[in-house]
């Protein structure tokens, strides 16, 4: 946001195994880079003589390092159950003049789904709930509403709490989903 930007590449696996009845569950991994950089053009500094940011800009303005991700979806017909966390390995940035560290925090996300089918117009309603936990602020829960027509295009509404509203808007082609959102 704003002067820091974030880059993540990473190679993800996942695994699909059947259980009892039409429940599946799928354990995803995904491991790879993770970039932390700065542009301090055009910023304008409340407090120009600050310490950490003059620390901040004598260092390199971009930090990279290895990244893990983790997770799982229990899902049927009916329902899908999942869990991730981000930022496994807890990498840390710290100020070459400074002793401050920042930790990066363990992201997790808890959601439920449930699916509703409509056969007879082709669609099928997905009501959702997502809730995050880092540790240090506030939980976040999302409230979503997604439609899908015809397993051919979908749109949705998504609501974070006390903070923003999103729309969603996309399409499946083969195996592959494209969407957009805003």
Do not use: C
């Amino acid at each position: 946001l704003g002067a820091f930007a974030r880059l993540n590449v990473g190679l993800s696996y996942a695994a699909h195994l059947k259980l009892k009845g039409k429940m599946n569950l799928a354990l995803g991994l995904q491991a790879g880079l993770l970039n932390y950089s700065f542009d301090k053009e055009g910023l304008i500094l409340a407090f120009p003589d600050d310490q950490t940011y003059t620390d901040f800009l004598t260092q390199n303005t971009s930090s990279t390092f290895m990244n893990l991700n983790a997770g799982f979806l229990l899902y049927s017909e009916k329902f899908e159950f999942q869990y991730a966390a981000q930022q496994l390995l807890r990498n840390q940035i710290w100020f070459v003049n400074n002793s401050d560290v920042i930790d990066l925090q363990i992201h997790h996300y808890l959601g439920f789904a449930y699916i509703m089918n409509m056969e007879a117009q082709k669609m099928k309603l997905k009501p959702s709930v997502m809730l995050r936990y880092v540790s240090g602020i506030p939980l976040s829960v999302d409230v979503n509403l997604l439609a899908e027509f015809d397993q051919k295009f979908w749109a949705g509404r998504s609501y974070r709490v006390k903070n923003s509203a999103i729309v969603l808007l996309g399409m499946n082609y083969k195996q592959f989903r494209f969407g957009y959102a805003y």
